[in-house]
């Protein structure tokens, strides 16, 4: 048996693997070299690669996928007599695979945070600015549900109507200005269903994909959320932040709805922790067409409910804790702080 081929591959496999420990290191160790690496080489690799996968309307990784499973499994049965080749291959495969997720993904979430451009005060605050709070979201979100003239069933237009959400936001803030791929609803969308999760980004072909299963009004705030990726902010309480600013800046009178419920949603999940009964009251001042999409909501996640859920969820609080976001899935919360930081400042500061 030659051992050569095997071997010139174990090693390929070891370089990849030491480049990306190298460039974790060095985002994590070198002061600047996250945001220096998020401003001026990832953008590149979004224009060529996202580029490259926004030219298809579906979702490439999500092909690659199933694509990948058949050859595993094809590949692993005609080559069971040829371990150390079979090894070998498996090997470089997972490092290069772990190679594209540094220099897509990785690196970027050593970069400065979104919030740190708006000069927010970011601080505890008193229940009574979370009701406010809430107030104010639940009035907007009535309104931009007064406003809605588009047709529903025209869900096709989400995806153009989240990039344009985002490039206009990128006019007011520069760090988010630039290229911005078609936003993808997945083929299988219970892919994502049965693991309770609204959207991905995709670190291997740079593509936001969404959960097109949901109830529609989640679909222009979750589109936006995964676009913010594509600008290298990885932190998902700034992704939620920032999907609430696209949408609440919209022309669409639909992704405003959506933007202002969905951050009603997590003020008062924040305020029913701390007062139930002012919950209860903030949520009574929503529209009668937004308690039953919540009430929607709810079922639909419900029926996914299950072990793969759980697994899910406890896989991804430690993925966030690896990636720096030592709250784990709780880091979801810090939306809250944010909105509250951004109108405390608006108050102020009217423009």
């Not at 705030?221 to 920032?242: Q, Y």
């Not at 903030?282 to 909501?297: R, S």
């Not at 990636?323 to 702080?337: E, F, I």
Request: aromatic fraction near 14%; glycine fraction near 6%.
């Amino acid at each position: 048996m030659n051992h050569t081929r095997p071997k010139k591959t174990l090693i390929a496999g070891s370089l990849l693997l030491v480049l990306s420990l190298l460039l974790q290191l060095s985002a994590r160790m070198l002061s600047g070299f996250g945001e220096w690496y998020g401003t001026r080489i990832y953008p590149v690799l979004v224009f060529l690669i996202g580029g490259f996968s926004g030219l298809f309307p579906f979702s490439l990784v999500e092909l690659a996928l199933y694509l990948s499973l058949i050859f595993c499994l094809v590949y692993g049965i005609t080559h069971i007599r040829q371990p150390l080749k079979l090894a070998a291959n498996t090997f470089f495969i997972l490092c290069l695979l772990a190679f594209s997720y540094t220099v897509h993904c990785g690196i970027n979430y050593s970069r400065l945070p979104f919030s740190s451009f708006l000069n927010l005060e970011i601080r505890p605050s008193s229940e009574e600015e979370l009701y406010r709070l809430c107030i104010y979201l639940a009035e907007q979100t009535s309104r931009a549900q007064k406003e809605i003239t588009e047709n529903h069933l025209l869900l096709h237009q989400a995806p153009s109507q989240a990039r344009n959400d985002m490039k206009k936001l990128g006019q007011t803030y520069p760090q988010l200005s630039g290229f911005y791929p078609r936003p993808k609803p997945l083929l299988v969308p219970e892919v994502l269903s049965f693991q309770s999760l609204s959207g991905i980004y995709s670190p291997f072909t740079i593509e936001a994909n969404y959960n097109g299963d949901m109830v529609s009004y989640n679909i222009p705030f979750t589109a936006c959320h995964e676009l913010s990726h594509l600008r290298g902010f990885m932190r998902e309480d700034e992704a939620n932040f920032i999907g609430y600013l696209a949408c609440a800046g919209s022309d669409s009178a639909w992704s405003r709805y959506s933007g202002y419920l969905s951050g009603f949603v997590y003020a008062a999940n924040a305020l029913y922790r701390q007062n139930p009964e002012s919950a209860s009251a903030a949520y009574a001042l929503l529209p009668a067409q937004a308690l039953t999409d919540l009430h929607t909501n709810n079922v639909f996640w419900q029926q996914y409910e299950g072990p793969i859920a759980e697994v899910s969820t406890q896989v991804n609080d430690t993925y966030l804790k690896a990636n720096q976001q030592n709250d784990g899935v709780k880091s979801y919360g810090r939306m809250v702080d944010l909105l509250l930081a951004y109108y405390r400042q608006e108050l102020n500061h009217p423009n």
